[in-house]
């Protein structure tokens, strides 16, 4: 899959004020950093499904329009009378923790939650269980020195 599974005009249907130079430098870096996530996406002999690709799709441009709404990821405070607002808008990453799931998932990289284990720190014996204590020397009730 060498080529990119959204188009600006893909994202228009969605937000219109979007420009096209904004959308279409968006679609680039989003498109670099799913391939980092999923690096089955950058082998051009990777054959996905409509609904792979429609899922890759869908991943790309949630994160884009979610990257355009915030803007520029300034901090700015406003205040009305007694009441006060901080409002933050950067996100440290493109794509959400679903969506990295859900990108891997199309080349089959999700690495599932491990299971829980038990691991015993008690001491398997080979044959039987001795009849004396282990540390002390001398036989035991068979004869056997231990």
Known sequence: MPDVPITFEDLQKFDDEITEAEGLDMIATAWARARQVAPCLKDDATELSDDDTQ????????????WHDRGSGAIYQRTAGDYGETIVTRDPSLFRPNEIRDLKDVCGDVRKRGVATTILPIPQWATATPTV????????ETGATL
């Open 133 to 140: 204590h282990p540390f002390l020397t001398g036989p035991d």
């Open 55 to 66: 899922i890759v799709k869908d991943v790309l441009r949630s994160a884009i329009l979610r």
